[in-house]
């Protein structure tokens, strides 16, 4: 009898012995399932890349003596040396100038060479990992000063005639230009690695020092303790009369296919595409200056491409349609939705339980929410009264849905009030961009099959917009990750 006993016990610790090792190897809700090649910024091994835009997300002209206006900093560590992937020379290249992959036909082209540049730039990065490679982090920087009189930007993705100048800000012949790029390699000194790109749209200014009163300015600079922790960016923008309108954001993007605002093939640290509902973005941002009070600054920004039918976009500028949502917590920037500006709305506001409330039920919509909506300018089917978006600062038209924090954003971890994650309160935040994604408002026309909302491009940052003062915008990110939400299986990725 006793040795029936032991026999048993023996027999129950093995089976439940089994049955968490197998718990441990099955994957939940819970488990963590990174979509970039970096989870959390952890990897000693930086892979960043930069580009620079103007108005109409192309290149125009190069500055001069700059090449092209994409640049990278990628290295491998070893014990205690950085070998750097890309030299300086290739970050120089610019139009005449040949490098592996570019067609003879395009060496001239100052917007084809730009996008061929970053390819090659992300051949060189590239990390050969499960599923698929990726390729770096992205510094974006735009200048917002469009000249109209130049022909250079279509509408809705039209070419269009030179028009007088009008709402947007230009100080003459070359308000478009590109910036001074200056490139600090990255370093490992003291057991701390430290780089940083840097520069001015002002073509007389030089590397090495900090911003004038009078000019404008952009730094991005990445540090990191050897083998411990997050990357840090570091990032400083500033406006001035001559460039009053600038944006600088740090942007997770795909690592094929077209990135949000893009019309062509792009590469970046998604190996997976996030789709609505099933993801979370996780960071960590301290704002120490925010730019005055035009600042949008972006707590996150989504975007990616699909067409008014639903159908994916195929770089088809005349019907492809570059979708944002954007999380605005700048606490100065106003709700222009409300109920007697409802044309600043959407259409209607969907709650965490799937309800829908319209914008004309005063009663209930929250128009404190939203700071703006504005719909596609090739759209045939609007309900009015309707905002429509600027035709002419992307490729082919587009859509924004601009939020304000708000409690009705709190199902999804989104800040609640005015203030919360600005200057002096620096927090890490995890944000259920799958799950709000999934219940904004995008314009689809009547009676076609709903869009797959995939998801190219991911980033934080400030769209700066003009004001009477040169504004300064200070901040740090760090850990960034994009989580997927629910199982897949190790093949999916």
Same mark, same amino acid.
């Given at each position: 009898?006793?040795?029936?006993?032991?026999?048993?016990?023996?027999?129950?610790?093995?089976?439940?012995?089994?049955?968490?090792?197998?718990?441990?190897?099955?994957?939940?809700?819970?488990?963590?399932?990174?979509?970039?090649?970096?989870?959390?910024?952890?990897?000693?091994?930086?892979?960043?890349?930069?580009?620079?835009?103007?108005?109409?997300?192309?290149?125009?002209?190069?500055?001069?003596?700059?090449?092209?206006?994409?640049?990278?900093?990628?290295?491998?560590?070893?014990?205690?040396?950085?070998?750097?992937?890309?030299?300086?020379?290739?970050?120089?290249l610019g139009v005449g100038k040949p490098?592996? =992959?570019?067609?003879?036909?395009?060496?001239?082209?100052?917007?084809?060479?730009?996008?061929? !540049?970053? &390819?090659?730039? #992300? /051949?060189?990065?590239?990390?050969?990992?499960?599923?698929?490679?990726?390729q770096f982090w992205m510094v974006m920087l735009k200048n917002g000063n469009y000249d109209t009189k130049s022909g250079l930007c279509p509408e809705n993705g039209k070419i269009v005639p030179p028009f007088n100048p009008g709402r947007f800000p230009c100080f003459g012949e070359g308000c478009m230009n590109q910036p001074i790029l200056c490139h600090q390699p990255t370093r490992l000194t003291d057991g701390t690695m430290r780089g940083g790109f840097s520069g001015s749209y002002d073509l007389d200014?030089?590397? =090495?020092?900090?911003?004038?009163?009078?000019?404008?300015?952009?730094?991005?600079?990445?540090? !990191?303790? &050897?083998?411990? #922790? /997050?990357?840090?960016?570091?990032?400083?923008?500033?406006?001035?009369?001559k460039y009053p309108w600038l944006m600088l954001y740090l942007r997770a993007d795909a690592t094929k296919g077209f990135s949000g605002g893009y019309h062509y093939d792009t590469r970046g640290m998604l190996k997976t595409l996030p789709e609505s509902s099933n993801f979370k973005v996780r960071l960590s941002l301290d704002i120490k200056k925010g730019g005055g009070p035009k600042s949008q600054f972006y707590l996150i920004d989504m975007g990616s491409c699909w067409k008014n039918n639903g159908a994916p976009c195929d770089g088809d500028v005349l019907t492809d349609v570059?979708?944002?949502?954007?999380?605005?917590?700048?606490?100065?920037?106003p709700a222009w939705c409300s109920p007697t500006g409802q044309g600043n709305c959407p259409p209607f506001h969907i709650t965490p339980d799937n309800r829908k409330i319209y914008r004309n039920d005063t009663a209930n919509f929250p128009y404190s929410a939203y700071h703006y909506y504005c719909a596609p300018g090739n759209a045939q089917h609007l309900e009015q009264p309707v905002s429509t978006?600027?035709?002419?600062?992307?490729?082919q038209a587009q859509e924004i849905v601009q939020?304000?924090?708000?409690?009705?954003?709190?199902a999804y971890?989104?800040?609640?009030?005015?203030?919360?994650?600005?200057?002096?309160?620096a927090r890490t935040w995890e944000l259920d961009v799958g799950g709000l994604s999934s219940r904004l408002y995008f314009y689809q026309d009547p009676g076609t099959p709903p869009a797959k909302r995939i998801w190219t491009s991911l980033?934080?940052?400030?769209?700066?917009?003009?004001?009477?003062?040169?504004?300064?915008a200070e901040w740090t990110i760090s850990d960034f990750d994009v989580i997927l939400t629910q199982p897949h299986a190790e093949s999916d990725l």
């Open positions: 009898m006793e040795m029936e006993k032991q026999i048993q016990m023996q027999t129950l610790f093995v089976f439940v012995n089994v049955f968490v090792f197998s718990v441990y190897l099955v994957p939940t809700a819970q488990s963590h399932v990174s979509l970039v090649g970096d989870p959390g910024m952890q990897k000693d091994n930086l892979r960043v890349a930069f580009e620079a835009w103007n108005f109409c997300n192309e290149v125009g002209q190069e500055a001069p003596k700059m090449g092209s206006p994409r640049a990278a900093d990628c290295f491998d560590l070893s014990g205690s040396s950085l070998t750097h992937k890309v030299t300086e020379a290739d970050n120089k490098f592996p =992959g570019l067609c003879s036909e395009d060496i001239n082209n100052t917007d084809i060479y730009a996008v061929q !540049k970053e &390819l090659y730039l #992300g /051949s060189l990065c590239e990390v050969k990992d499960t599923g698929s490679p990726w200014s030089g590397c =090495g020092a900090e911003y004038h009163a009078d000019r404008s300015y952009y730094e991005v600079i990445w540090e !990191k303790k &050897l083998n411990f #922790g /997050s990357w840090v960016f570091k990032h400083k923008l500033k406006t001035s009369k570059t979708r944002y949502s954007e999380m605005i917590i700048n606490p100065e920037t978006c600027d035709p002419y600062s992307n490729p939020l304000l924090p708000h409690p009705i954003w709190s971890g989104y800040p609640t009030n005015k203030g919360d994650g600005w200057v002096g309160d980033d934080t940052g400030t769209e700066i917009f003009v004001t009477q003062e040169d504004e300064v």
